[in-house]
């Protein structure tokens, strides 16, 4: 499971403008929700103009509680 999760983020990050995860809070898309990703949503909460890779996983623009819960 964990394999093709890793696949299909490969796959993603290679299409121009497209930079998520499949998974749920990988702000850093190494395929796992760890420790560093919650270092990157702390490092950028409550930053307005933020994208997934800065904590925004809800893609409402803002850093917030609501992508901490995710
Ligand atoms: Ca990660």
Known sequence: MKKTRRMAYSRR???????????PGDANLDGSVDAS???????????PDAGWCSGDFTSDGAVDVGDFNI
């Open 37 to 47: 990703d919650f270092n990157v949503w702390n490092s950028n909460r409550f930053r």
């Open 13 to 23: 990050i290679r299409e121009p403008g497209f930079m998520r995860s499949d998974l």
